[in-house]
């Protein structure tokens, strides 16, 4: 696992009901992960608008990853449905839009799976570390 | 704008890889940040009552806490900041602990790191506004769908404890499916001697009113204030009229399938299911009815001593308001029929499910208790049980443990000995044996070694009628060989399977249910009453399969749950909903489609425009709405789109 | 022009005719000819005798549909009567699943459609102005004001979407103006895209930056879309919540395009309106046909073919299988 820090930027948002949870069950487990990630809090992850996580990039973030309940297992029994078409067409457009694909990815971390968390955020920001900062001049 | 910040150190949790001083140094640089201060154990007393010092001395607008989760401790610091009587919502906690110092090894890199968490949190709570929640009025009246054991059970504890409530049951009786059963696992009691004393207490309750005959047919308002109307299904019988006397059903000419003995017999067109139905009275089923077939017969009508048949009997609708509703509709047979060609498919006469055997069993069923043979109604002497029709079976899209087949079919297995003799051979067949409840191992082990039944562990692969017999092939995976076993009765474990019309009730109800139709529990373990939409709580097998003893235990749990909602005058709702600003609203209705709780309604105006606007009270926070609306125009209280974007501003400009 | 065009004509006046006279509605909306010769534009004829004004050549490009979406019928209760090509149909019927135009108050006259001529590619191929164009079967003859007259073939200056339509047939129509065309057989196409595609992220970027620099953020994609109808509560105009900041710049630009192709995901046919409307010529079809293209392929989905379907976006599937990790 990598130690070294501070050349990209990116985004975590995660749905307060399983992912965070998962998160802070990595951290009571002492699951060490990378520092380059800041995690923003939302009730659901059908709160999320994909334009916000295309705000992110347009704002500089080198990565954005969103991560929510696994379906079926959503809080307010929809939210993820909904949601995951949205981050679905936005995983497609990204690349199109000239951010790389490796730089966003939306995935489901139950509240019991703090393995899965540190191993999906390890994942995903070595992989953006790999790309390095962005130099976007669209988004 | 003034912001206190106080940084935990978590005695070393936090203060060994981050450094908590400098950081409240240099969060003291942050715009709007009056106070910061580093605190050994913040959430201690003396952590609190700092944190209300500095409010009250340095006169702070907005707190924020680093330190722990904000499920760890945001409400331990909401009521510190609202006793110094901050707003609790102007606080933010920032997670420093469990997604910082715990998770990182590097001091610098940490507290670098715990500084951008807590720059975010200061930008979040730069936008918080105060908020309230709301307060409704509480309607105590409550709804019990379904009149099964759980559903009697919800209604005579809430009855009790003094609130009214209705039950609204599909059939002509309550009772459900424990009313069908012979006697009951472990202690191999009479089913009836235990449930209608219940059904009679629930008839005879100053608070309960009983709706049999009917079903919910659309409910709207939300927790505290649903507004339900019930559809009361023709009977043909004036049931104010009728005193259950049974003269017509004994005179009725013509015949019809008898739900309620599983199909083991048939009824009268006319008919009282059982003879201590609950309540007592007869309704026709018209499709078997001559009157209603072939326009002639009227011998009810003529019969009735109280003059109640009503041939033109129309549904009625009535409206209930009620605070709560309880689902408790129970579960039905697993249709065994359609999926197990293998078994007979239903073409073997001697080969009958659990529930017909348990009709067999029973002194008032069909065949007055007398065990025989569905062919030649002779006495079996070899009978065998198959365990897990319909359960633990993928290829019958049945994956699921039906809980109860393992322990009726133990007890069934004991009567079957006490019915037929002791030198009946019983055989079952089975997979595993699942007997997890108090005494239900001890049972077991009875039927085993006291009643001398033959456990034999394999599944049956094919049933065949042979001379007269049926054959059982099936494998003994203990011993591993096959065995041929000429039966003369096949009783079949029918597991259990969703209600029928479960799927429709969800809808209606606005609750989640499971792809094999169950419905689905707000948390497995912490919430494993309640449904996702406030108000609404379920219990019994309707949730999943049960057994009597976890049905009851859970209805009284769920009443337990509905007292604890009603017990309040007024309701609190959590002040974290979607708000829509109306003069932005253009009225394309895409928050009404995507609500998973039908929280946003049309409201016109005084213009004769209309707008979304959404019930408070009804929305649950998870702001669907606000990611579909198209200008924007809803915000979700507590996380509106300006505290994102300033959260993410603060993460990516720093 | 061919016979099939000039009876779509008479067919439309007829119709129109026929429509206004019975009071069925209290106007109908199709092309008349502009101000220029290579210019058609939308005409909305309220007295019978106007009707000989109603054209169709292919230089019908306008989708009226748009003047039905909210706010714009005018008055909001009346009875229009409208002319839908194929693809414009497919954004009536994206508003009709909304329930955001009331189908009781429209008469819908569907016109079969052979194609659309890129009446930009055809003045930039003079460099005089344009003074007449004839249709003459498979040709258009050009003259220019110096004189010089010029025959090109119909099919070679068909607008892009229109050379591999997949729909020349209204999807939704109450009468006909003309005989149902063959309708295309296989998959949808989405054209023009391959070679953008192709490009490396860097590129792309940069391809966008220099489109998107030149955007002046006139609203114009977005006013003249049919299935865009916030109006003056576009979060595009919006400064709380700041979506989209006001610099005006490559970045802010594209991501207020951003806002528009979201916002209409799921609703969006291409119809190309948006293109066409752009003062600056930015490529938006790169945008909204690679969307529908990327949810065909993700969903099987295809905006406004069927009056019952829901939005994408206002509806799942639980069994949706998607590309999450």
């Given at each position: ?40 809090r ?98 | 704008m003034r912001i206190g910040v106080f ?20 969060a003291?640089?942050l715009k709007d940040v009056v106070h ?24 702070l607008t907005r707190v924020v806490v680093a330190?722990?989760?904000p499920?760890?401790?945001e409400?331990?610091f909401r009521?510190?900041v609202?006793?110094?009587?901050l707003n609790p919502h102007l606080f933010e906690m920032a ?22 968490i807590i720059k975010m949190a200061v930008a979040k709570v730069r936008t918080a506004e105060p908020l ?506 507590g996380f509106t789109?300006d505290s994102?974007?300033d959260q993410?501003?603060e993460?990516?400009?720093? | ?325």
């Amino acid at each position: 696992m990598t130690d070294s820090s501070g050349n990209v930027k990116i985004i975590a948002i995660v749905c307060n009901w399983c992912s965070y949870a998962g998160a802070d069950g990595a951290g009571t487990a002492r699951l060490k992960q990378p520092y380059d990630f800041r995690v923003m809090r939302v009730p659901c992850t059908g709160r999320v608008d994909p334009l916000l996580a295309l705000k992110a990039f347009e704002k500089g973030a080198d990565g954005v990853l969103i991560s929510g309940c696994h379906p079926g297992d959503c809080h307010y029994s929809e939210g993820n449905y909904y949601a995951r078409r949205k981050f679905e067409l936005l995983k497609r457009m990204l690349p199109h839009l000239g951010i790389e694909p490796e730089r966003y990815t939306y995935t489901w971390v139950s509240a019991s799976e703090a393995a899965r968390w540190q191993q999906v955020v390890t994942n995903f920001v070595t992989k953006v570390g790999e790309l390095g900062p962005r130099q976007g001049g669209a988004l | 704008m003034r912001i206190g910040v106080f940084i935990c150190h978590c005695g070393t949790n936090i203060a060994a890889t981050v450094d908590s001083h400098g950081l409240a140094e240099r969060a003291a640089e942050l715009k709007d940040v009056v106070h910061t201060e580093d605190v050994m154990y913040t959430c201690s007393e003396p952590g609190q009552a700092g944190i209300q010092r500095a409010i009250r001395e340095k006169g702070l607008t907005r707190v924020v806490v680093a330190a722990c989760s904000p499920q760890m401790h945001e409400v331990t610091f909401r009521r510190c900041v609202e006793d110094a009587g901050l707003n609790p919502h102007l606080f933010e906690m920032a997670n420093i602990r469990e997604h910082c110092s715990w998770i990182h090894d590097d001091k610098e890199l940490a507290t670098e790191k715990a500084y951008e968490i807590i720059k975010m949190a200061v930008a979040k709570v730069r936008t918080a506004e105060p908020l309230f929640p709301n307060e409704v009025d509480v309607n105590k009246d409550v709804l019990v769908i379904g009149g099964g054991v759980a559903g009697i059970q919800v209604a005579l504890d809430l009855a009790d404890a003094g609130l009214k409530v209705t039950i609204v049951e599909r059939e002509t009786t309550i009772g459900g499916t424990m009313a069908r059963l012979d006697k009951t696992f472990p202690t191999i009691d009479c089913s009836a001697c235990i449930l209608t004393p219940r059904m009679v207490d629930a008839a005879h309750h100053e608070n309960i009113t009983i709706m049999a005959y009917s079903e919910v047919d659309r409910v709207q308002g939300y927790v505290g204030n649903f507004v339900v109307d019930i559809k009361r299904k023709a009977a043909m019988v004036d049931w104010n009229r009728c005193i259950g006397c049974e003269l017509c059903v004994q005179k009725c000419p013509a015949r019809g399938p008898d739900y309620f003995n599983a199909g083991l017999a048939e009824t009268k067109a006319i008919y009282i299911p059982f003879p201590q139905a609950v309540p007592k009275r007869a309704a026709i089923q018209t499709d078997y009815c001559r009157w209603f077939q072939q326009g002639k017969c009227r011998v009810c009508s003529r019969v009735c001593p109280a003059n109640a048949i009503d041939y033109d009997q129309q549904d009625t609708y009535v409206q209930r308001k009620v605070g709560a509703i309880v689902v408790a509709t129970g579960m039905d047979v697993f249709p065994w029929e359609e999926y197990y060609p293998q078994y007979g498919g239903g073409r073997i006469p001697d080969v009958i499910s659990g529930l017909q055997y348990e009709r067999m069993l029973n002194a008032s069923g069909p065949t007055g208790g007398h065990v025989h043979r569905i062919s030649n109604h002779e006495e079996p002497k070899t009978v065998v049980f198959i365990q897990c029709v319909g359960s633990r079976d993928e290829a019958v899209g049945r994956p699921y443990c039906s809980s109860v087949c393992c322990m009726y079919t133990a007890k069934q297995a004991i009567l079957t000995k006490s019915h037929c003799g002791d030198d009946t051979d019983v055989y079952v067949f089975y997979i595993d044996i699942r007997a997890t409840g108090k005494g239900y191992e001890e049972f077991i082990k009875r039927a085993q070694s006291e009643f001398g039944v033959n456990y034999v562990r394999g599944r049956v692969s094919k049933l065949y009628e042979d001379n007269g017999k049926v054959m059982v092939r099936g494998m003994d995976t203990l011993l591993g060989h096959q065995v041929e076993i000429p039966a003369d009765l096949v009783i079949l474990a029918t597991g259990t399977t969703s209600a029928e019309g479960a799927p429709q009730l969800a809808q209606t109800l606005n609750i989640s249910y499971d792809e094999f139709g169950f419905f689905k529990e707000s948390h497995p373990k912490l919430r494993p009453v309640e449904t996702n939409t406030a108000g609404i709580f379920l219990a019994g097998a309707c949730q999943s399969p049960k057994d009597i003893p976890t049905s009851v235990a859970q209805a009284s749990g769920t009443a337990s749950k509905v007292l604890g909602l009603l017990a309040k005058d007024k309701l609190k709702t959590s002040p974290e909903v979607a708000v829509v600003d109306q003069s932005r609203c253009v009225g394309c209705w895409k928050c009404i489609d995507v609500c998973p709780f039908s929280a946003p309604e049309k409201q016109e105006l005084r213009d004769g425009t209309s707008r979304s606007h959404v019930i408070e009270t009804v929305c649950q926070g998870c702001g669907i709405c606000v990611a579909t609306c198209p200008v924007n125009c809803i915000s979700l209280k507590g996380f509106t789109t300006d505290s994102l974007i300033d959260q993410l501003e603060e993460a990516l400009l720093g | 022009m061919s016979g099939a065009e000039i009876a779509r004509q008479d067919r439309i006046r007829e119709l129109a005719r026929q429509a206004l006279t019975e009071g069925k509605v209290d106007y109908f909306i199709g092309w008349k000819a502009g101000h220029v010769p290579s210019e058609v534009i939308p005409a909305f004829v309220r007295n019978v005798d106007e009707c000989d004004m109603l054209l169709w050549n292919p230089l019908c490009h306008h989708n009226l549909t748009t003047f039905l979406k909210r706010k714009m019928p005018d008055p909001p209760d009346a009875r229009i009567g409208v002319c839908v090509k194929g693809c414009d149909s497919r954004t009536l019927v994206a508003l009709l699943q909304e329930t955001l135009v009331d189908k009781e108050r429209l008469y819908v006259v569907g016109v079969p459609c052979d194609g659309i001529i890129d009446r930009r590619r055809l003045e930039k191929a003079f460099s005089d102005e344009v003074i007449d164009i004839a249709f003459q079967g498979e040709q258009v003859v050009v003259t220019t004001r110096g004189g010089e007259t010029k025959e090109l073939a119909y099919e070679e200056l068909l607008l892009e979407q229109c050379a591999s339509c997949d729909f020349p047939n209204p999807r939704y129509y109450d009468d006909l103006a003309g005989e149902l065309l063959p309708q295309p057989e296989g998959p949808p196409r989405f054209p023009g895209l391959e070679e953008y595609e192709a490009l490396s992220a860097e590129e792309k970027d940069r391809v966008l930056a220099d489109a998107f620099a030149t955007c002046i953020r006139c609203f114009a994609c977005i006013h003249v879309c049919p299935v865009c109808y916030c109006w003056d509560q576009c979060v595009n105009r919006s400064r709380r919540p700041a979506l989209v900041g006001q610099k005006v710049a490559a970045k802010e630009n594209l991501m207020f395009q951003m806002v528009h192709m979201f916002h209409v995901a799921g609703r969006c046919p291409s119809c190309g309106a948006c293109d066409r409307s752009c003062p600056v010529e930015i490529p938006l079809y790169l945008l909204h046909r690679k969307m529908n293209k990327e949810l065909f392929e993700m969903l099987g989905f295809q905006a406004g073919l069927n009056v019952e379907d829901k939005p994408v976006f206002q509806t799942f599937n639980i069994d949706d299988a998607l590309g999450e990790q």
